[in-house]
């Protein structure tokens, strides 16, 4: 394991070889960011973002949290999404997890884990409503990859499902919302097809925007 001297040497090393590729680099981006992409990935750190999609600093907004989940009493991911959206103006987000995510296997093994259990129920009852599916699967390990993906269609559709996107589509603003899975085995990151871009592919009950104009 690298010791912390190594990292800021690390550091030292990176920071040269970008200004050798690009002498203004620092300089550019220390004055605006402009990213047209806001990832919402899982904290696991062998899915890091910007390496996957190979892209620099400066061309991805990122948040990050254990099994990529967008609750909408999270005011962290939320004021991400705000920000996001309303300042950014990013095109489009990304809701990327992964095969074999711990934090869907612990939600799933009956045992107490402390207070990560609280943050886990919204897993717990994504697998209650589709336990007829799920339980059609014999192999464990297909099963949680199955739940892992079933979680990113659920997260795009809870982050398409906030006032702030809905707000977004409503003043013109264009914004896509994707679901994607990565693995772990290959790096490989695969689209779902459940890509979202206007409030007519949302349900009526979810139509937020519509409920404030009547209102
Ligand atoms: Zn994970």
Redesign the pocket.
């Given at each position: 394991m690298a010791k912390l001297y190594e990292l800021l040497a690390n550091n030292v090393a990176w920071a040269d070889r970008v200004k050798a590729d690009d002498p203004h680099f620092f300089e550019r981006l220390s004055k605006t960011q402009a990213p047209e992409y806001l990832w919402i990935g899982?904290?696991?750190s062998r899915?890091p973002a910007n390496e996957i999609i190979g892209l620099l600093p400066g061309e991805v907004f990122v948040h990050r949290n254990?099994?990529?989940l967008v609750v909408h009493t999270d005011f962290n991911c939320m004021s991400v999404l705000e920000y996001a959206v309303e300042v950014l103006k990013v095109k489009h987000v990304l809701v990327v997890?992964?095969y074999g995510?711990?934090?869907?296997r612990a939600a799933l093994d009956g045992t107490h884990h402390g207070l990560i259990d609280n943050w886990l129920y919204n897993i717990k009852n994504l697998y209650y409503r589709n336990k007829y599916r799920m339980d059609s699967i014999d192999s464990e390990d297909e099963r949680l990859n199955f739940l892992c993906e079933l979680n990113v269609m659920q997260q795009v559709k809870n982050v398409a499902h906030t006032h702030v996107v809905q707000r977004a589509w409503e003043r013109g603003q264009p914004l896509n919302i994707h679901g994607w899975i990565y693995s772990l085995r290959d790096g490989l990151a695969k689209d779902l097809g459940v890509s979202i871009q206007s409030p007519e592919e949302l349900a009526d009950e979810f139509r937020v925007v519509n409920g404030l104009k009547d209102g």
């Open positions: 899982c904290a696991d899915v254990i099994a990529n997890g992964h995510c711990g934090g869907i």
